[in-house]
């Protein structure tokens, strides 16, 4: 059960937002947008003086920022008849993502939008944070996304491993409501092991009641996260579930291969657990 729903309102286009509204809409949750207000990033001088009116000028500019996510969030959601509550806070860019990570430990889902690589990095830095801290499973909306929430047809990436199999436990509110759910499993190499797993995952699904489909698919000697885009891509998908990976470096989680190519190259909204 989806109750309560948290979203970052990134500055820009608003997309993580109107999805998330899309979201709330079909679950009857309530959904709380966080735009943040960011601290003024002071430029290096070769004299060590930075004029006031400098700093005076980003703050004013960071304020109007957030205020108009904040507005364009609460228009959305007063158009689709959902209980919301815009929440503006204060942040540095650095301290950004540890901040919204302890604001979605209280909330049954986070959603955040995908960094654009024309834009700041500060979103990636927020998913980073969400995906390994919070403990909530995370929808990540790609930064070019229109169209709002859609099941019809949802892949779900299945390697036997333990985030994978918390993903989609953590998605079932989401299958349950699919149209069709594709269970895909990447291989090298012609085996049998993995298609038991995916069988007996495909089986699992099916006593919820689900439509499932088996997929295995070759890498064909490219990257697997490719391999999974290129396929998301061909069955036209509209939702992919995955387990999100990651290693430690100095007690930080920082982003595995596979789920750091998925978040920079997506192109359908991704469901991620840890």
Not at 79 to 84: E, L
Not at 162 to 175: C, N, T, V, Y
Not at 246 to 270: A, C, D, K, N, Q
Request: charged content about 20%; some cysteine; overall charge negative.
């Amino acid at each position: 059960m989806i109750k309560d729903i948290v979203v970052n309102l990134s500055i820009g286009e608003g997309a993580a937002g109107d999805y998330a509204v899309s979201v709330a809409a079909k679950f009857d949750a309530h959904l709380a947008g966080i735009a943040f207000v960011y601290d003024p990033i002071i430029p290096v001088s070769g004299t060590g003086y930075v004029p006031a009116e400098v700093v005076d000028t980003q703050v004013a500019d960071n304020q109007a920022a957030s205020k108009a996510a904040v507005d364009r969030f609460a228009a959305a959601a007063s158009r689709a008849g959902i209980s919301v509550e815009p929440v503006a806070l204060n942040a540095s860019v650095a301290g950004s993502g540890d901040q919204f990570t302890r604001i979605a430990r209280r909330f049954d889902l986070a959603i955040v939008g995908q960094a654009d690589p024309e834009a700041n990095s500060v979103e990636e830095l927020i998913a980073e944070g969400t995906l390994f801290g919070s403990g909530r499973p995370m929808i990540v909306v790609p930064y070019i996304q229109k169209a709002p929430l859609k099941l019809d047809r949802v892949m779900v990436c299945w390697d036997g491993s333990s985030p994978a199999a918390r993903a989609i436990a953590d998605a079932m509110p989401f299958l349950e409501k699919a149209g069709r759910v594709q269970i895909v499993i990447v291989g090298n190499e012609r085996g049998k092991s993995d298609e038991i797993e995916g069988a007996d995952m495909g089986q699992h699904l099916a006593r919820h009641g689900l439509k499932v489909e088996v997929k295995r698919i070759d890498s064909g000697g490219i990257d697997v996260a490719d391999a999974l885009l290129s396929h998301a891509a061909d069955s036209s998908a509209d939702f992919m579930v995955m387990g999100g990976y990651g290693h430690s470096r100095l007690r930080e989680f920082v982003l595995g291969g596979v789920t750091h190519t998925i978040l920079r190259s997506m192109t359908v909204p991704v469901l991620l657990s840890h």
